[in-house]
């Protein structure tokens, strides 16, 4: 079984600054994929970044970068120069090899302040 | 614009009607999935399937049921719907081998309240 903790349920960033949100995950699958999704409060899931399990490097996309730490299962989201329109839930979540569906965690709602 | 599409985007219904909600992706995608969420929770997976008629129940026990007929369409039905059931249900698609660059693509969810 696979599981996803984000400890943070809500942070706060300044404009223009960068911030980290927090995962955590656990699994018996050698091979596996981390997310991370972005939801607005429209509702929508927005998919942001991807990191595999055998991948060397940390994953990037832009402002979005994932520090991927293998022995502490760990693939936080780091979001540089933060903007207004970044305000809203971030969800992590791991991809298991057997049924290919994604196990995702509680969430951690940013809020970008001016 | 969305290539996976969910209608309706909210439905208010009394106790004990059947619903369905639909899902249609354009994408020709094999993997398909509904997921139910509560406000600023988390996703649960209820339902997924891998192809035509393929269907699967997920890690969260659900009343729904759900068909697979044609590759594009996913529908979810409740046979009585109940307040215990209101939420967000949101439906994904996905591609073998394409998860890395793509994720999954979700649709923009219908949020069911029971009353």
């Known amino acids: 079984a696979q599981k996803i903790t984000q400890t943070q349920p809500g942070m706060f960033v300044q404009e223009k600054e960068a911030v980290t949100l927090d995962c955590t995950y656990d699994t018996s699958d050698q091979s596996y994929g981390l997310f991370w999704y972005k939801q607005p409060s429209s509702g929508e899931m927005i998919f942001l970044i991807y990191q595999g399990s055998y991948d060397e490097q940390n994953a990037t996309e832009g402002r979005y970068s994932l520090n991927f730490q293998k022995a502490r299962k760990s693939a936080n989201l780091v979001i540089s120069a933060s903007q207004l329109g970044d305000s809203a839930m971030y969800f992590c979540?791991?991809?298991?090899?057997?049924?290919?569906?994604?196990?995702f965690g509680s969430g951690t709602r940013l809020q970008v302040q001016p | 614009e969305a290539d996976i599409y969910q209608t309706p985007r909210y439905l208010v219904i009394g106790t004990g009607k059947k619903i369905t909600l639909e899902c249609s992706q354009t994408m020709g995608h094999d993997k398909m999935y509904w997921y139910q969420q509560d406000p600023g929770m988390e996703l649960h997976l209820i339902h997924y399937?891998?192809?035509?008629?393929?269907?699967e129940k997920g890690d969260l026990s659900s009343e729904s049921t759900v068909s697979r007929i044609r590759t594009e369409h996913f529908p979810l039905t409740l046979e009585s719907a109940r307040p215990s059931h209101t939420s967000q249900y949101l439906c994904a698609s996905s591609e073998f081998g394409t998860e890395a660059n793509y994720g999954y693509t979700f649709g923009s969810g219908t949020r069911l309240t029971v009353v």
């Open positions: 399937s891998y192809g035509v008629n393929s269907t």
């Open positions: 979540a791991i991809m298991d090899t057997g049924r290919r569906a994604l196990t």
